[in-house]
């Protein structure tokens, strides 16, 4: 059985925590509620939540040093935090100050008032994405063909859709914003095209990141020029649904998708 998803929220407001809560145990999350930052350190001590939502608490300002204390500590600091500020009226008594916020190190920021439905998914779609093994980018500029890979990729639930890129030059900046472990990466591109924004991912990026190249010519030249640009694996759009999981996965494990075969074949 799956281990059940375990959320620890940090704030005072007794109503507030309630009702999200309960729209998280809806989506199958267990959650902690910290009204204070001696109950979260323990709690985040004794539980390892997988991720933190964290709000207001009093006194102002206490919130920050517990964001900084996770981010210092050697077992807790990859967490992932969500931060929900002060709604605007209360933000000069109860918010994050200005240089707090220049400070922080969190995958969302949100400000209340705010729908807890809709706060609870994104905190289900932030684990979702921190569970899974393999991130991957999508770079190509047909809807239709990203919308395949798409539909195919979100049934997998060891792989997660960080992000699409609908030209090269797209393509190379929010990997490197994003930093996928697969980059899904068309050779006919406008502005870049897939070989020129392989090139530039491979010098500038950290390693981890491989390239798969798509195209819907499966020639040898198209094959050498995406390895040459340092692509680890070429998928014909041909059959794009029938190997596409295969070589993401082998790339993931950082192994060379079928020996540098041709996909199409």
Request: aromatic residues 4%; contains cysteine.
């Amino acid at each position: 059985m799956e281990k059940q998803r375990l959320v620890l929220v940090v704030d005072d407001e007794g109503e507030f925590c309630a009702t999200l809560q309960k729209e998280l145990q809806e989506l199958g999350c267990e959650t902690l509620i910290a009204a204070n930052t001696d109950q979260a350190r323990h709690l985040a001590i004794s539980h390892r939540p997988d991720l933190v939502l964290l709000g207001n608490v009093m006194p102002r300002g206490e919130a920050f040093k517990f964001h900084q204390w996770l981010k210092r500590s050697p077992i807790l600091k990859a967490i992932p935090q969500i931060i929900v500020d002060a709604a605007p009226d209360k933000h000069l008594i109860r918010g994050w100050r200005r240089d707090e916020g220049m400070c922080i190190e969190a995958v969302e920021y949100y400000c209340k008032p705010l729908k807890p439905a809709i706060l609870a998914s994104s905190i289900w779609k932030q684990m979702a994405m921190e569970k899974a093994e393999i991130k991957v980018l999508i770079a190509d500029d047909h809807a239709v063909v990203r919308e395949g890979i798409r539909t195919l990729l979100n049934l997998q639930k060891d792989i997660y859709i960080v992000g699409e890129a609908t030209n090269g030059a797209e393509a190379v900046n929010k990997t490197l914003e994003l930093l996928p472990d697969i980059v899904l990466m068309d050779i006919v591109m406008p502005e870049l095209d897939g070989i020129e924004a392989t090139k530039q991912i491979c010098s500038r990026c950290r390693e981890g990141v491989r390239i798969l190249m798509l195209s819907q010519y499966d020639d040898e030249q198209n094959m050498a020029a995406g390895s040459e640009a340092g692509a680890v694996g070429f998928i014909s759009k041909k059959s794009v649904s029938g190997q596409l999981l295969e070589a993401v996965r082998e790339a993931g494990r950082g192994t060379k998708p079928g020996d540098n075969r041709d996909y199409a074949n």
